[in-house]
């Protein structure tokens, strides 16, 4: 009996055409799993420039802005990162004075410096006026602005701090000669550099008439 060749290899024919086809879809997933993994990693790569970027930005502003920074972290007021400026204002080497706790520079009391960490740390800018310590011993008149700054692993404080010393000694001063110049019986006048006066208080006048 003769068999058909047709017939003979039609099951070697469907099994060619499923292969062909399994592979061709096999070939669109792997191309489309390439395309996938393509666009992730640029996107990736772009995101981590724009990282980088701003990472340098912040870096830039931190660093070079003339202005004394600190960041702290509010659980226990250890100083995680200082710029320059809070360098060569405090007087410490910058390793010194990452290993140092906020305490340690401010004059303030224990319960004091917990409330104003403690406000910063919730949300609102916090802003107080005190004295700090120097590394010279020298102690100063401070300014300081705290607010939350959140990283990647935990919450910091980012703290900007002016150096207020001398316009507060101007402040006392004229404080001093306001009262002084309202003393009741003591008299007392003002003049430039040649004589001529230039104020007055009431005890001077009914003292000369």
Not at 160 to 189: C, N, W, Y
Request: proline share 3%; charged share 25%.
């Amino acid at each position: 009996v003769g068999l058909d060749e047709q017939t003979l290899l039609a099951p070697v024919e469907a099994s060619l055409a499923r292969a062909t086809r399994q592979n061709t879809i096999a070939s669109v997933i792997v191309m489309l799993l390439a395309l996938g993994t393509s666009w992730l990693l640029r996107n990736a790569a772009d995101s981590q420039s724009r990282l980088a970027a701003g990472e340098a930005r912040y870096r830039a502003a931190f660093e070079e802005n003339a202005s004394i920074k600190l960041l702290v972290d509010p659980a226990g007021g250890r100083i995680v990162d200082a710029n320059e400026a809070a360098v060569r204002f405090y007087g410490y080497p910058r390793e010194q004075l990452l290993s140092m706790g906020i305490e340690q520079l401010n004059c303030m009391h224990e319960e004091e410096l917990a409330r104003f960490l403690s406000h910063a740390r919730g949300g609102d800018p916090e802003h107080i006026a005190f004295k700090q310590r120097l590394a010279s011993g020298e102690f100063r008149r401070v300014e300081a602005y705290a607010g939350p700054l959140a990283d990647d692993e935990r919450a910091l404080l980012f703290c900007v701090i002016h150096d207020i010393s001398e316009r507060h000694a101007t402040e006392q001063r004229l404080k001093l000669a306001a009262s002084m110049f309202a003393h009741p019986h003591e008299g007392i006048f003002y003049c430039d550099a040649d004589g001529r006066i230039l104020d007055v208080n009431d005890a001077y006048t009914r003292l000369t008439g």
